[in-house]
């Protein structure tokens, strides 16, 4: 009853601060775009909005590590695995700038799928050939504009915490925009919120850490289909080294 309760008042909290920062977005939104054609501010807003329900949860301490290795200058394909819906709120912690690629049910939900719309996020249907067709070719002129794009190349949120099979598009994209990958790795979101369920299940420590770019010129002449294997190995080998003692949150 205690998990109830509390899942209760997160997710309440949630509502009714969106409904506070939405206008705050918007308002960014305007005094912004006509200067800041990557929309970064807002991004930068979002990324504060979306880091507010992990520094005010104590059951949530999150370590970001590796953030050091972020370009700021350099566009990246960045690729993390995708373990609990909190995955979402916790890379906003990276305050590094992207485009999410994110299933349209997301953009649909009041107040936050609005703010998704007004940052160009980019939106995709899934199972609809025609939505992916749509969603590379979005990906392709974001990242031509000088945007990072962040994807879930699992598609979904793992059930069991395990790692899904990869699929291709973000490889695809990082061959043919010749930009380099960057693999981001999330750790315990699926402890504190499973798939199935809005009720958080306590307190976990969460880690962030950002691996080493993978420059374009390593997999330049390398098949998608063996980068895309390759990558999922690095996060398969990292995933199982993490399963040392998380350190204390910073």
Known sequence: ????????????????SSVAMFPLALLCWVLTVAFDRRLVVLHQLTSFWASMYT?????WPVTVAGRDKIDRDQTYVM????????????????FSHFKWVSKIE?????????????????????????????????????????????????????ADGRLRRFKPGAFELAKDAKLPLLPVLVEGTASALPKKGLVLQGRHRI?????????????????VEDLTLRVRELFASELEAEKDPVPSAA
């Open 207 to 223: 880690r962030i850490r950002v691996l080493d770019p993978i420059p374009y010129e390593s997999f330049a002449d390398e098949p």
């Open 106 to 158: 997301n953009f649909r939900i009041p107040l936050i799928g609005w703010n998704m719309r007004l940052n160009r996020y980019i939106e995709l249907r899934r199972g609809d050939k025609a939505s992916i067709v749509r969603m590379l070719r979005a990906c392709r002129e974001t990242l031509a504009a000088g945007n990072s794009i962040m994807m879930f190349p699992e598609g979904t949120r793992s």
């Open 1 to 16: 009853m205690i998990r109830v309760a509390g899942s209760a008042l997160f997710w309440l909290f949630m509502t009714v």
């Open 79 to 94: 690729v993390a695995n995708h373990q609990s819906l909190l995955d979402i709120l916790v890379l906003f912690r990276l």
């Open 55 to 59: 520094w005010l949860n104590p059951a």
